[in-house]
């Protein structure tokens, strides 16, 4: 039985990896961060699986910001494949929190990859590249070769992340990859994403207990993914005899517009008479184009996305009023008294 770490196994990507990891048949270890309350929802569903639970999955302690603590928990686990998806990943606050942002998403990084060196154990290592990386893009579309013109904290660190995973593959003969993912949504994506923030707004607005949706910048375009897909090209990176850098996206661009539209139109909503403009919500420098070229991907991983742009709107909006009607539902048996 193989035996994987992750950090960030609480968020979108995390907990699609470590549901695809435990199907291969993995022993899966993450990191999590202590907090006052609990923030392990999107792995609640492994811990109810009788076949999961306790044997296959097992959640540490820890912090990227801690290396001590890192090192004791290579030492002891000696995993087979390191996953490094830890960061603060919300580009716009980034500019908010940009030291903690570089800390976490650049530094983070190498105090990985010092701890696989002090800890003498040879994983193999992914690290979560974005596309944010190419910014101010040099050509269209982005591919593993386009040069990096980063335009937030968040991407600035990112890039910190990619040459140094690049540095310690070729200095210390590490097998390290760099998937370079363009954005990548699901249900499973947090409530503050432009993506998330659109389809959940449409379920509460359609039930009439949301009024309006205020956005940014509505022209930016982005190649988006389904997160779930995603991750299994993760793995697959780290099965190839060579490490190496892989861009991973549709090869489609769409812009926050074109997403509103769908969203609401899947619901029978005129988007324009519930969409407004709030300033707080732009970037101090935009990134207005993202599509990416995963020729090599395909041809090397054999991977190729299967979910496009108008299944994965129509998906997440069929969550998150699933969702909504399930919690309405529960209110009202409450209110009757038949389940308290």
Same mark, same amino acid.
């Given at each position: 039985?193989?035996? $994987?770490? #992750?950090?960030?196994?609480?968020?979108?990507?995390?907990?699609?990896?470590?549901?695809?990891?435990? !199907?291969?048949?993995?022993?899966?270890?993450?990191?999590?961060?202590?907090?006052? +309350? @609990?923030?392990?929802?999107?792995?609640?569903?492994?811990?109810?699986?009788?076949?999961?639970?306790? $044997?296959?999955?097992?959640?540490?302690?820890?912090?990227?910001?801690? +290396?001590v603590n890192l090192v004791k928990l290579l030492?002891?686990?000696?995993?087979? !494949?390191?996953?490094?998806?830890?960061?603060?990943?919300?580009?716009?606050?980034?500019?908010? #929190?940009?030291?903690?942002?570089?800390?976490?998403?650049?530094?983070?990084?190498?105090?990985?990859? !010092?701890? #696989?060196? *002090?800890?003498?154990?040879?994983?193999?290592?992914?690290?979560?590249?974005?596309?944010?990386?190419?910014?101010k893009v040099a050509e269209i579309p982005q591919?593993?070769?386009?040069?990096?013109?980063?335009?937030?904290?968040?991407?600035?660190?990112?890039?910190?992340?990619? %040459?140094?995973?690049?540095?310690?593959?070729?200095?210390?003969?590490?097998?390290? =990859?760099?998937?370079?993912? @363009?954005?990548?949504? +699901?249900?499973?994506?947090?409530?503050?994403?432009?993506?998330?923030? #659109?389809?959940?707004?449409?379920?509460?607005? /359609?039930?009439?207990?949301?009024?309006?949706?205020?956005?940014?910048?509505?022209?930016? /375009?982005?190649? %988006?993914?389904?997160?779930?897909?995603?991750?299994?090209?993760?793995?697959?990176?780290?099965?190839?005899?060579?490490?190496?850098?892989?861009?991973?996206?549709?090869?489609?661009?769409?812009?926050?517009?074109?997403? =509103?539209? *769908?969203?609401?139109?899947?619901?029978?909503?005129?988007?324009? /008479?519930?969409?407004?403009?709030?300033?707080?919500?732009?970037?101090?420098? *935009?990134?207005?184009?993202?599509?990416?070229?995963?020729?090599?991907? /395909?041809?090397?991983?054999? %991977?190729?996305?299967?979910?496009?742009?108008? !299944?994965?709107?129509?998906?997440?909006?069929?969550?998150?009023?699933?969702?909504?009607?399930?919690?309405?539902?529960?209110?009202?048996?409450?209110?009757?008294?038949?389940?308290?």
């Amino acid at each position: 039985m193989k035996r $994987a770490l #992750i950090t960030g196994i609480t968020g979108q990507d995390g907990s699609y990896l470590a549901e695809f990891l435990i !199907e291969k048949g993995y022993e899966v270890h993450g990191v999590i961060r202590r907090a006052s +309350s @609990f923030n392990t929802e999107r792995l609640e569903h492994l811990y109810q699986d009788p076949h999961t639970r306790g $044997a296959r999955m097992k959640l540490h302690y820890g912090d990227l910001s801690d +290396s001590v603590n890192l090192v004791k928990l290579l030492h002891n686990l000696k995993p087979d !494949e390191i996953y490094n998806l830890g960061a603060q990943s919300h580009v716009r606050v980034s500019f908010d #929190i940009p030291e903690y942002t570089a800390d976490i998403g650049g530094l983070g990084t190498i105090r990985i990859l !010092e701890a #696989i060196r *002090e800890a003498q154990v040879r994983p193999r290592f992914y690290q979560a590249s974005s596309s944010e990386m190419f910014g101010k893009v040099a050509e269209i579309p982005q591919r593993e070769t386009t040069p990096f013109h980063p335009r937030s904290p968040y991407a600035v660190a990112k890039v910190f992340s990619y %040459w140094a995973t690049v540095n310690y593959r070729e200095s210390y003969n590490l097998h390290a =990859c760099n998937g370079i993912l @363009f954005n990548h949504e +699901s249900p499973r994506r947090g409530d503050t994403f432009v993506t998330r923030k #659109i389809t959940r707004a449409v379920a509460y607005i /359609k039930a009439g207990l949301q009024d309006k949706l205020f956005l940014g910048n509505l022209d930016a /375009k982005r190649d %988006w993914g389904y997160a779930k897909e995603y991750v299994e090209a993760m793995w697959l990176m780290l099965q190839q005899d060579q490490p190496d850098d892989y861009v991973i996206a549709t090869g489609e661009t769409h812009s926050v517009k074109e997403f =509103c539209e *769908e969203a609401f139109g899947h619901v029978d909503l005129d988007w324009s /008479k519930y969409v407004e403009i709030d300033e707080r919500y732009f970037r101090p420098a *935009e990134v207005d184009l993202l599509i990416g070229d995963a020729s090599k991907a /395909k041809n090397v991983l054999g %991977w190729e996305p299967k979910v496009k742009f108008k !299944e994965l709107v129509r998906l997440m909006v069929d969550a998150d009023v699933e969702h909504l009607e399930g919690k309405l539902a529960g209110r009202v048996k409450r209110a009757d008294g038949r389940h308290t």
